[in-house]
């Protein structure tokens, strides 16, 4: 019931930029590298002529450099990268660590009822409106964590951590716009998560956002 690329790296990403993958290390001798793709979109983001914002480790992209692709070959499920102006081992591992964003408003559009991750992270989630009681804050999205089909809402609350299963069942109203995610948990759901995590919580849900 969600999607997405990746937000984060190892500092706050700007509003409008997307982590999309991670270059690991020079390939052969002619300045490939190898990345590793952070995106469910990998056909899409890595393709000749496309240009990526970068960064190197441990800093924050400003959008003040780039590397514009000019092949690209796939080994398994990597791509094997080479960008304009890279054509030595040594330019390549010039390049090791650093990280390979895009403007957010280059992602596709996603099918009625998907979000990207993206969108979840630092939404306010609470408890809906029922019969005896108004709804309560529970927290706000840290990330999400989990398998597809098995993944769950890390949420912050004063008490830590608290896990909640990315369900239709559970997960009511997600909505990003409004930074609001409604949720109706089964009777005990919100304590049995409560830190120290019940990592069995973890196989309960569907829906985990695409990358």
Known sequence: MAGTDLAGG???APDDLVLVGTI???HGLRGEVVVN???????ERFVPGATLTTARAGQTPDGSTS???DDVRWLKDRPLVLFDGVGTVEAADALRGQ???IASSARPALEPGLFYETDLVGCRVE????????GKTVGTVARVDGAPGASVLVVDTPQGEVLVPLADAICRVIDPAGRRIAIDPPAGLLE????PATPRALKR?????PQ
């Open 99 to 101: 990280g390979l964003w």
């Open 192 to 195: 049995l998560n409560a830190p």
């Open 127 to 134: 408890t809906v409106d029922g019969p005896d009681a108004p």
């Open 24 to 26: 690991e290390r020079p």
């Open 10 to 12: 190892n500092g706050a």
């Open 205 to 209: 849900g569907k829906g985990r956002p």
């Open 37 to 43: 793709p952070l995106t469910d979109f990998g056909g």
């Open 67 to 69: 590397l514009r692709i």
